[in-house]
């Protein structure tokens, strides 16, 4: 196995100009993904998961731009590749899951069109041989009577199947990465459990890589190998779940893990509007930050320094890093 | 909107409308003064009570509005539609002849609308505030404020007259020529008018996807294609547009009457052997049954276009078609 990260993120610099002025989307976020593991990327509504998972896959909505930084796939920058290259890769390379089940199948086609799409673009099938394989696919992700299913309308399914579907379509084409953005929001906690499941038993088959984006660190305890946590645009927190969650450094992750008491799937999803018990306030709007870190107006631990100066990225042992000031001191001390 | 799950009842409505629309506009017709007999004396240059008298009672017209209603639409339910008192011939062959001009006129411009139209909203939907966009629109507006046969004069004016590319009136030439050129010639003489009908609508139907195609392109199953690698042509025109068609093709359906009611219009000025201007000419001419007739086939046409356009619309949105089961 190849010591190099499937996917490396360094730096990114990600900022929207909203017709007024330019503000920051995301700053200096760096983390990596290796070969066949799972990455959870979790934080609070807002901080900019999703922004994340789009830029990566090069589909940044209008008016937003990547600044600086790099997004290096197979150790091939994406951002220094043409459009069209990196169209190439999208759906085939890597693909994304959304967040929305209801409304990101397109209603006018039939599921079975819409798995094909991607095997007839990139793997240039002709239609019965894509009518086969999203057949396979349908099967893989257990909707029943798949020999069915595959003639039905979105608006036939369920919310869960339509989910599946979403899925089948994603890992059509065995894609290397797979980014999950909130899979499971819109469903309820048994349907979470079988997604997630199935994402497992689909990852020890193909052997892709997972970013899971969830509110959910339960979700991350049981799913994930490693963790991001985003605060604000920033990347407040980086390494291996088992440290993070026994041993979580920086406050704002003491403070998600405050809310999720047994690290068990669903146990609190943390949904927009609700706020941190422990962790008083809110994130701040874009633009609305503070000089120092971002966190330091929430902040239990925060002293004058906290708020004057933004914290460097401290290495905590082999794996761990952490954006905080009290840690920096404590590492001297 | 008809239901075509039941075709016995979709039929028995139709019958039922159009049984309707003989009646009122049988009625209707009563309501207006003037009679077609002293119209005929008149061109006549007069004649005496007698003859009148005579002609009152070949026609029908000595009976009383009851009568004439029952013997009327008895014969209408057979397919006799009554005899122009103009024409001298049978109302439903005088339509027969017709027809064809109106339909082709019609279509062709419905045709030049919704293709046009919809290409232009697609296209400003993509960039909207684009040069393209703004110009279109513009124009397109023009179009839709100007009355029908001011678009059509200023068309000729320019076209015929000024820079005489198109023939001035008429389907055909004097001498029609034969065989395949009979139906460039036909082709030649449709274009003014065709654009002329077209013009009224292609800012609705531009407007229309306009709106539709923004709306559809901010969704999220849009960003689920491009995730899948499909180049921008197929994004827009595969999984767009055929969201965005939808309301086009309702309004499609919606404006079938208003095309038969411009079509008169045009007609009239281009001198285009249709049913439109058989009824402008009949009206000036009291020649009642081919009024009738005209509504009556009209009507049937607009039922028609309907169910088509019912059956357009289950074939791009399954969501309606599945309703059915
Ligand atoms: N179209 C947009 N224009 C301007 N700002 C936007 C737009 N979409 C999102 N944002 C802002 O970008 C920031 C990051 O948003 P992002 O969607 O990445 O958050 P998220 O972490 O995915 O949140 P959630 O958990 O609610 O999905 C937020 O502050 C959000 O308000
Ligand atoms: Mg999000």
Redesign the pocket.
Known sequence: MSTAPLLEVTDLVVE?D?GKRI?P?LDGVTFSVDAGRTLGLV??????????ALAIMGLL?Q??RVKSGDIKLDGKSLLSMGPDALRKLRGSVMSMVF?EPMTSLNPVFTVGDQIGEALRLHEHLNAADARTRAIEMLRAVQIPAPEERVDNYPHQLSGGMRQRVMIAMALACRPRLLIC??PTTALDVTVQAQIFSLLETLQKEMGTSIIL?T?DLGAVAEMADDVAV?YA?KRAEAGPVATILDNPSHPYTRGLMSCTPRLRLGSAALT?GHTLAEVRGM?P??GQFEAGCRFSPRCPMADAHCHAAPPPDVHLGASQTVLCWKVTQEQAA | MTNLKQPLVFLAQSVGLALAVVVLNFLLIQLAPGDPVSVIVGEMGGASEEVIAQMRAAYGLDKSVLEQLLIYVSKVAVGDLGYSYYHNSPVLQLIMQRLPATVLLALSALTLAVVLGTLVGVLSARKPHGLLSSFVTVVSLIGYAAPVFWTGLMLLLLFSAIWPIFPTSGMVQMRAPKGFMYYVDVAHHLVLPAVTLASIYIASYSRLSRTSMIDVLSQDYIRTARAKGLPEGKVVYKHGLRNGLIPVVTMVGLQFGQLFAGATLVETVFNWPGLGRLAFESILRRDYPTILGILLMTSILVMVANALTDLAYRLVDPRIRSKRA
């Open positions: 929207v909203n503000l989307v934080g609070e509504s807002g901080c900019g998961k999703s922004m994340t909505p008016g937003f967040q953005d909130e984006i509110h985003l645009g927009p994130v709007p874009l």
